[in-house]
């Protein structure tokens, strides 16, 4: 059954969160995440190794939405037309008409993303920033809410192409998806021995929001109130990591406003009209591991981005 129009972001959460751990075992902090992407208008790319339901996470989403979904495996022959889309000429009307690619959806999936040349990957660009695709001189709007979820694989490289930084900049958060604790595996198994099955979710999940619901959603969460003392201690997080001995390269602007724009939705799923430090220091690491720029000297001692964005919030004041 849907949520009456008139309920809240807070309490919508609360539902949707509820109802995806029908499914999902597990994986609440990368649920949260996505959810919070979606309701700040962010794409999130995911990263865990093979099997750890990073697809049914994406499948949970849309179907808890009534969105329609769309999984794009990417591979290296694939080209940018067949994910955006192209023109097409028609024998019966000898005329050229629009054939929309799979990006036409309201939750995309783009499986490895990193197994496609540069050119495809970048086909994502326009999509992800403006919510609309070109082609052949015709502007298209893409479905709203829109909300790209792009996989890699974390330990297979062979065969890949890295995403450049100009495009991972372009995802709000990158969303870790590890490996379950014994108790929560034993419990994916055990609900596969009482007969669930990912790929009928229909028969598993009960549909919340309508997608014109979630967009009245997000305008909620920009009324949030941001006061001066917390955006100057955003501010000061992206400058220390500008000088992080452990950085080449640190966080943009770009990272500042994903993780404002988050910490927003974040106060109203707690319950609250405007933003706190945590809201701020909860978001950071997603915001900022996939843009930060480790230096080979810090790789070879096995610092990992996560600990370098560890130490920079360690370092930073923290407004009272």
């Given at each position: 059954m849907q949520l009456r129009e008139d309920v809240t972001l807070r309490l919508a959460w609360t539902r949707l969160r509820d109802e995806a751990a029908r499914v999902l075992v597990g994986l609440e902090e990368p649920f949260e995440q996505v959810a919070i992407a979606l309701f700040s208008g962010g794409h999130i790319l995911l990263e865990g190794v093979p099997g750890t339901g990073k697809t049914l996470l994406a499948k949970t989403l849309a179907r808890l939405i009534q969105g329609e979904f769309k999984r794009v495996q990417f591979t290296p022959d694939l080209m940018p037309s067949?994910?955006?889309?192209?023109?097409v000429f028609d024998l019966a009307t000898n005329r050229f008409h629009i054939h929309h690619g799979p990006i036409f959806a309201h939750v995309v999936l783009a499986d490895e993303i990193n197994r496609a040349p540069a050119k495809t990957q970048a086909a994502l660009l326009e999509a992800m920033e403006e919510h609309q695709v070109?082609?052949?001189?015709?502007?298209?709007?893409l479905p709203a809410p829109f909300i790209v979820l792009a996989t890699q694989n974390p330990v297979e490289y062979e065969g890949t192409y890295p995403l450049p930084e100009a495009q991972l900049d372009r995802f709000q958060f990158k969303v870790l998806v590890d490996y379950r604790s014994a108790d929560e595996e034993e419990e994916v198994l055990r609900r596969h021995q009482r007969g669930f099955n990912p790929h009928r979710l229909a028969d598993e999940l009960t549909p919340l929001?309508?997608?014109?619901?979630?967009?009245?959603?997000?305008?909620?969460?920009?009324?949030?109130?941001?006061?001066?003392?917390?955006?100057?201690?955003?501010?000061?997080?992206?400058?220390?990591?500008r000088r992080s001995p452990d950085l080449v390269l640190g966080a943009s602007p770009r990272a500042s406003i994903a993780v404002l724009r988050g910490a927003r939705v974040r106060a109203v799923m707690e319950g609250r009209d405007f933003v706190l430090p945590d809201d701020v220091k909860a978001l950071v690491p997603p915001a900022y591991r996939h843009r930060v720029v480790l230096k080979p000297e810090a790789e070879i001692q096995g610092v990992t981005a996560d600990d370098a964005v560890a130490r920079i919030l360690a370092g930073v004041e923290v407004p009272r």
């Open positions: 067949d994910v955006v889309g192209t023109s070109t082609i052949e001189g015709q502007s298209s709007p929001l309508a997608p014109e619901r979630v967009l009245a959603l997000q305008g909620e969460a920009e009324t949030v109130r941001v006061d001066d003392a917390v955006l100057g201690y955003l501010t000061a997080i992206a400058r220390a990591s």
